[in-house]
Structures are given as structure tokens and as C-alpha cells.
């Protein structure tokens, strides 16, 4: 299958910095990506919705300035918390297909775990 | 409105019993569903796929789920659990209605595997 990179695994950072996470299609054009956020023992709840070259589409209650993503390229999106606090500490997943449509599943990354101390 | 609800959030089988991991969604029109595993710390693989062909589907590792409109259910069984099946299984739908460009969870079940 198709294969999605995420960088970093893990990273810890302190509070009031941001942090960058990268989601990279590595052998497909991705026109769509999507974040995900994952507490510990609790299902993937869908942060935004990119589409290559437009704004992102965010979920009901996920603000926009506290988790900036971009989507700049069909191979490239990341997503930026900013002024990170503890609280968004949490394992964040992307994902990403390459056409829309009824028979394309998302392939995705592995995770990004974030500690903000 | 859609949803997809995991009736099951641990089910624990004995190694060479079947699993059956149930999973009931609620979508408008006919959507397309999925079954994703995780292990522990890594992202997600696909294991299969309904987009209204067949309606009983099979994935990798023995696995295969049927989709019962009249019952709104995607269950996903196994004839002989591993060890190694032993991991976090997540239902997926994606409604038609959003052009099947948004994935929504279940909650997720936890397979046991007891030697």
C-alpha cells in the first residue's frame, strides 16, 4: 500500500513554544490530508480536513489559530500547535489519500506523540 | 447525521477461537466503511474495505466483515484468533453526504488474546 511519513515520532517541548509535525505522501499525490488527534485509550477524533492549495477545514471546536496546518504541496502537510500548553499533549495521526472518492481508504502516518512539559 | 458505534470497547478470546468485534453505523445514504487496526504506539492499517460491491468483504490476516444494510452493522470476525491479533481495532465510515471526504471513528474495541 501506500505509504505516509510522519515526522517527528515523538517530541517534547515546553510550555508557550510551537511545535511542527510534518505528514508527507512519499509514492502518491495526496489531494486530500486529515489530522487526527488520539487520547490516551480513545478513539481518533478528526481535527481538519486539508485540500492542496485551500485553507484547511476544521472540526467543530478545534481552533484554527492554535493548530495551524498547511497543505502547500500534494505531498506536504503540517501541522503547527502554537503556544503549546500541557494540555495539548496527546498523540496527533495524519492521513492521506490520493483520490476522493467511494473506494480509496486514507493511509496513515504513525503518529506523532507530543509531550508539552 | 452519521455515526459508527463499537458496541465493545474490550473483548478478550482464547488463541484459535473466533473473534467477532461488532460495529453498527448510522449514515443518510450508503456509505463507504472501513476496519483499521492499531498497535500499540504506530498508526493505523487498513484491513478492509466495503464500497458497495461485494457485501461480504475480505481483508488481510483472515479477517472479513459483512455489510447488513437492513441491520446498519459491519461486524468484523476471524475463524481462529493469533496471537499477533492481539491490538486496537477501529470501525470507520465515510458518509456519502460529504462526498466520502471525511472519516469518522468508532470509538474503538481492544482484542485480547489469551494463549
Known amino acids: 500500500g501506500a505509504v505516509v511519513s510522519q515526522h517527528p515520532s515523538r517530541v517534547i517541548c515546553k510550555s508557550g513554544t510551537s511545535v511542527k509535525i510534518e505528514c508527507r505522501s512519499l509514492?502518491?499525490?495526496?489531494?486530500?490530508m486529515f489530522w487526527y488527534r488520539q487520547f490516551p485509550k480513545q478513539s481518533l477524533m478528526l481535527m481538519a480536513t486539508?485540500?492542496?492549495?485551500?485553507?484547511?477545514?476544521?472540526e467543530q471546536g478545534v481552533e484554527k489559530d492554535k493548530f495551524l496546518i498547511n497543505h502547500a504541496s500534494l505531498t506536504l502537510s503540517t501541522l503547527t500547535v502554537t503556544s503549546a500548553h500541557p494540555e495539548d499533549s496527546s498523540f496527533y495521526i495524519c492521513s492521506a489519500r490520493d483520490v476522493v472518492g467511494m473506494n480509496t481508504e486514507a493511509f496513515f502516518g504513525q503518529g506523532t506523540r507530543l509531550t508539552v512539559v | 447525521a452519521q455515526s459508527v458505534t463499537q458496541l465493545d470497547s474490550h473483548v478478550s478470546v482464547s488463541e484459535g477461537t473466533p473473534v467477532l468485534l461488532r460495529c453498527n453505523y448510522s449514515s443518510s445514504y450508503s456509505p463507504s466503511l472501513f476496519w483499521y487496526v492499531q498497535h500499540p504506539n504506530k498508526g493505523l492499517q487498513l484491513l478492509l474495505k466495503?464500497?458497495?460491491?461485494?457485501?461480504l468483504v475480505k481483508g488481510i490476516n483472515g479477517f472479513e466483515a459483512e455489510f447488513k444494510k437492513s441491520e446498519t452493522s459491519f461486524h468484523l470476525t476471524k475463524p481462529s484468533a493469533h496471537m499477533s491479533d492481539a491490538a486496537e481495532y477501529f470501525c470507520?465510515?465515510?458518509?456519502?453526504?460529504?462526498?466520502?471526504?471525511?472519516?469518522?471513528f468508532g470509538s474503538g474495541t481492544k482484542l485480547n488474546v489469551k494463549p
Open positions: 509514492d502518491f499525490q495526496a489531494t486530500t
Open positions: 486539508s485540500n492542496e492549495g485551500s485553507k484547511a477545514t476544521y
Open positions: 466495503y464500497t458497495s460491491a461485494a457485501t
Open positions: 470507520v465510515v465515510t458518509p456519502r453526504e460529504h462526498n466520502f471526504n471525511k472519516f469518522y
